[in-house]
């Protein structure tokens, strides 16, 4: 499904070029570093937890300015549960605090937000804010920023099977219709395009479980700054450097350049 959207004359300018290059549509970022950041600081971790919301809040205006149509964002792994239960707690704290105090701004800025992992676990609170957001936000066509919270991707992927399953189960679907075009419409955002380009931060260098399955034909752009440092010039950066690269989906037509 991937490939690229037409350019915005905001984009061109902001990165320095005229003729008519294309932003990637969906760009996916793993936010990784808070706790170096704030080590290297010699302040508590929450600190950078804490600035990590703010770098999500340029970022995600950047995004609007540079006319990208998906932002995803890597807030909680199914695998943060095993970091000591204050982490947890502060975590989930910044969660409730961005979407109580971020989804009216977020909504008048016309950004649709979706989320995708687990939720049948999660505190009812959370799973009804989760909820409050999509809904409220569910007919903005502006930017849609992608929420994965308490995802994991082989988790993603064994849901998919699930659904799968339970279908052939149920006589509705025959084993040997199962291909890849169907298990991607039973993933959690079926409708939200692969990412184009995905950056993560802190020079680490993995997906971590993240959008495994969506990362097929992904570009994968490494950062060496920590995410509370990320800003509008650092996407623009990553923007640079996922258009330095030849994208060939396995064929042999270069699409991602001007
Ligand atoms: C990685 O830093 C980041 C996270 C585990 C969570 C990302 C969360 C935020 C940016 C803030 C919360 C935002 C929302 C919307 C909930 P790390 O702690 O793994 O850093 P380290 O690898 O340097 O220790």
């Given amino acids: 499904m991937s490939d690229v959207a037409p350019s915005t004359s905001a984009a061109n300018e902001a990165l320095g070029t005229g003729d008519g290059f294309a932003v990637p549509r969906h760009v996916a970022i793993i936010m990784d570093g808070n706790g170096r950041w704030a080590a290297a600081r010699g302040l508590p971790r929450v600190e950078g937890h ?3 919301v703010e770098a999500l809040r340029r970022t995600v205006r950047a995004a609007r300015g540079l006319g990208i149509s ?3 964002i890597f807030s909680f792994s199914s695998e943060n549960w095993s970091r000591p239960a204050s982490e947890i707690s502060d975590l989930l704290s910044l969660l409730r605090r961005f979407i109580r105090h971020d989804l009216v701004e977020l909504h008048k800025s016309n950004v649709r937000v979706r989320i995708i992992g687990e939720r049948e676990a999660l505190d009812a609170d959370i799973r009804l804010l989760l909820q409050e957001a999509e ?7 502006g930017l849609t920023l992608v929420v994965a919270f308490n995802y994991g991707a082989r988790q993603e992927i064994a849901r998919a099977a699930r659904r799968l399953a339970v279908e052939v189960a149920n006589g509705r679907l025959s084993a040997d219709e199962v291909t890849p075009e169907l ?12 990412p184009d380009v995905i950056i993560r931060t802190s020079g680490e260098q993995r997906l971590s479980n993240f959008l495994l399955w969506q990362a097929a034909y992904s570009e994968l752009v490494f950062v060496p700054i920590n995410w509370p440092d990320f800003d509008r010039a650092a996407l623009e950066g990553a923007i640079a450097e996922y258009r330095r690269r030849e994208r060939r989906f396995g064929g042999l037509i270069a699409q991602t350049g001007s």
């Fill in 135 to 141: 809904d409220l936000t569910r007919d903005n066509d």
């Fill in 70 to 72: 998906v932002l995803t």
């Fill in 50 to 52: 804490r600035r990590g």
């Fill in 183 to 194: 298990l991607d419409r039973h993933l959690d955002a079926p409708d939200i395009p692969d």
